[in-house]
C-alpha cells in the first residue's frame, strides 16, 4: 500500500440516481416515494430557458415541502458559463432549507471550476451558519472534463462522486452516436485479415475508455464513479446491460432517467444474493485460518488473496447499508 492514503468519501447508497426536471413540481412526491437511493432536482438541460427562474422556485418549494424521508437529495445547478447558475447556488441554499445533500455540477471542465464552486458554496454557507456541509456530484461529460479528469477529482473536499455524462460527453468529442448511453453497430472491427473466409465482426463498447478512465480517477480519489444515463426506458434489457458493464469496470451506480429503471439500477449495482453468499463465505473462511492460524486462506478449492477479502468486506457493507436503508 501507498503511503498516501486515500481518504474516502461519505459513505452513502448510489446505486440508482433518478434525474427530476425542476420544472415539473407534480414529479417530486412520486420521486421522494421511490426506491432511488438519490434523486437529482434538476434546473439545467431537462429545464428550458424560459422556465429557469420557475423551476428554480419549484426546487426550493419541493426542498421545503417534500418528505424526503431517508433518500439523499441533490440539485443539479446550470453550468459555470451560464448566467444562472449564481443564482442556483445561492437561492437553493439560502432558501432551501437544511434538507438539500448535494449539489450536481454539470460539464465540469477543469479543477478550477470546482474550487470556485467550492469557495461561493462556503461563503453562502458560512454567512448562512449552515453547519450540513454540501457535497458534491461532477458530471465528466467533455472532452476537457475528461482531460482533467484526475485534477476534478482532487479538487474539493467536497467532491463525493464523478458521473459518466455520456450525452453530452458524445456531443463534446462528437462521437457517433445512435441513442443516449447506448451502443452504436459501427464501433466494431473484423477479425482476421482479407484472406480468411470466417472472418466475423467483433463488437466493441465504445464507451469503455471513458468510463474506465474515469473509474480510475474516482477511486484514486476515494470518489464513487457512477455510470449516466440510458436514454431508451422502454429497453430494460438494454438499461441492464449497460449498467452491468458499468459495474464490472467499478461503476457503483447508474442513472435512472425513469422510474422504470430505479429497480434495474438498484438490482445491478447492488451484490446479488450469490455474490453476497460468496463473500460472506470467504469472510468465515478468513476468520477460520485466523483461528487455526493459518497464513494462506482457501475456499471450494482455490486460494482467497487479501484483494478478494476486501472485495468480500466491501460487499457485505453495501449490503448492511441497503438493509439499514430499506
Ligand atoms: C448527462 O447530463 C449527460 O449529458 O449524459
Ligand atoms: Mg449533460
Known sequence: MS?????????????????????????????????????????EDAVAPDQKAEARKNVIRGLNEIDWGRKTVSVRINGLD??????????????????????M????????????????????????????????????????GMANVEAIAGASKRNESLHFGVADYAASTRART????????????????????????????????AIA??????????????DGPFGDFSDPEGFKSQANRAAVLGCEGKWAIHPKQIDLANTVMGPSATDLDKA??????????TRQGKGAVS?????IDIASIKQ???????????????
Open 82 to 103: 451560464t448566467p444562472y447558475m449564481y443564482r442556483d447556488v445561492i437561492d437553493v441554499i439560502e432558501e432551501g432549507g437544511d434538507r438539500l445533500d448535494l449539489l
Open 178 to 209: 445512435t441513442m443516449i448511453g447506448g451502443p452504436n453497430p459501427d464501433y466494431g472491427v473484423l477479425t482476421g485479415g482479407a484472406d480468411d473466409p470466417h472472418r466475423d465482426y467483433h463488437w466493441g463498447d465504445m464507451w469503455h475508455y
Open 280 to 289: 460472506r463465505r470467504i469472510l468465515d473462511a478468513m476468520a477460520e485460518a
Open 3 to 43: 503511503f498516501t492514503i486515500v481518504e474516502q468519501a461519505a459513505a452513502r447508497l448510489n446505486r440508482s440516481e433518478l434525474a427530476v426536471p425542476g420544472s415539473s413540481p407534480q414529479m417530486f412526491a412520486k420521486a421522494a416515494a421511490s426506491n432511488a437511493d438519490i434523486v437529482f432536482l434538476d434546473l
Open 105 to 144: 455540477i454539470p460539464k465540469v471542465g477543469t479543477a478550477a471550476d470546482v474550487y470556485a464552486l467550492d469557495m461561493l458554496v462556503t461563503q453562502v454557507e458560512d454567512a448562512m451558519g449552515r453547519t450540513k456541509r454540501l457535497g458534491f456530484e461532477l458530471i465528466i461529460e467533455t472532452a476537457l
Open 299 to 303: 475456499l471450494d478449492g482455490r486460494l
Open 312 to 326: 468480500a468486506e466491501g460487499m457485505v457493507k453495501k449490503a448492511e447499508q441497503i438493509a439499514a436503508a430499506a
Open 213 to 226: 478512465r474515469m473509474v480510475v480517477a474516482a477511486r484514486a480519489h476515494g470518489l464513487r464513479p457512477i
